[in-house]
């Protein structure tokens, strides 16, 4: 596992993470809503027209409703990325990172609407008699590229488990574990079996059961979401305050959080952002290729919604839920993960302003004083034996860590070592 979780990060490490990524996904949006002359706000209340069925015409080529095909493309989203992908955005990034969420999903309207479109137009009828289609088909039958058709397929897949399947799963488990004490393997088997009954019966199927699920699971968050908000009400104006005041030049230190800069923010942001809503992903169109209907662009329509739906109204509720409570910046217990984790050289503590500056510096990449530990580390009991050294887990530092296994670990310089894992504080 420490050797995939390396490739993993490597890997992430020219793509999501990659400082030309934001940039690239957030041009594109910029370029084609430019170019096709802000689609997402000129048609946006004809999007709501066709999705309640207006324009509906029964007997056009199809398998399901546009609202069950929104529907089948939403139930891939509103979940993990509109809750944990939220949270983790603002616990590493500040209230910055929700902005650049809100600027992913406006430009990302279009992105959806384009790749879905193109990936309508070239849809096809399968041998069973039922629509078929996505990116993988423009690339082959409009772009004559059936090569690269043939590696988006292949990405596509791998992908779905990386943001899709395990994510959700893993989030479910957990929560099943704390909240009522049930094994992740029961868990993981009802849903096995659960996802295994709808996905047997095809498109139809799950279109149907996504069509009741997702208006039900929205709403029952949202009710929740707002009964938090409502609660901290004096403190939702100064949560908007902070994310349009840190959107450019990122977060400050504060309480436990020891600040993001603007690039980190803006790159935390725009990947959440993407992990959000999917637009330019190329999932959302194999989806909305069910959809029955003549006209392209009037599925294309539909999609500009999602990102709406799923971005700019359920992360909201999100990040509000967050910023307003004031949990953004507290620390909780956690378990320690590999990839997050860095171990510094001294004693280091957020009650001195002092080491505050210097961690805040090192995190954004400024000159600072702080330096990677480079050593041993002798552990007795999952404690450690001696001090000289301070844990920093997802740019938050550590109390009370503990290992849950005996041993001792020599720490090379400028490496990300194995983690001490069990409970612990996620802030210095």
Known sequence: MEQLSSFLITLDGFLGSAQYFPILLLGVGIFFTIYLGFPQVRYFRHAWRILAGRYDDKDAPGDTTH???????????VGTGNIGGVALALHVGGPAALFWMWATALFGMTTKFVEVLISYKYRVVDEEGHMAGGPMYYMDRGMNMRWLAILFAVACVATSFGTGSMPQANNIAQAMDATFGISPYWTGGVLAVALGLVIIGGIKRIAAVTSKLVPFMAAAYGIGALAVIISNLEFVGPAFVSVFRDAFSGSAAAGGFLG???????????????????????SAPIAHASAKGREPVSEGFVAILEPFIDTILICTLTGLVILSSGVWNEKFPNDFQDSDTIILAGDLTDSDAQHVTALSAFLTDQPSSVQRYSGTIEVQNGE?????????????????????????RRLPPRRVPDPLRGPHRGGL
């Open 67 to 77: 609202f069950q095909a929104l529907a089948t493309a939403l139930s891939g989203t």
């Open 260 to 282: 993001a800069s603007f690039a980190y923010a803006f790159n935390r942001g725009v990947n959440r952002g993407l992990f959000s809503n999917e637009a330019g992903q190329g």
């Open 384 to 408: 450690a034996t001696h001090e000289g050294f301070t844990i920093l887990h997802a740019r938050w530092g550590s109390d009370g860590a503990r290992r849950t296994h005996r041993g001792t």
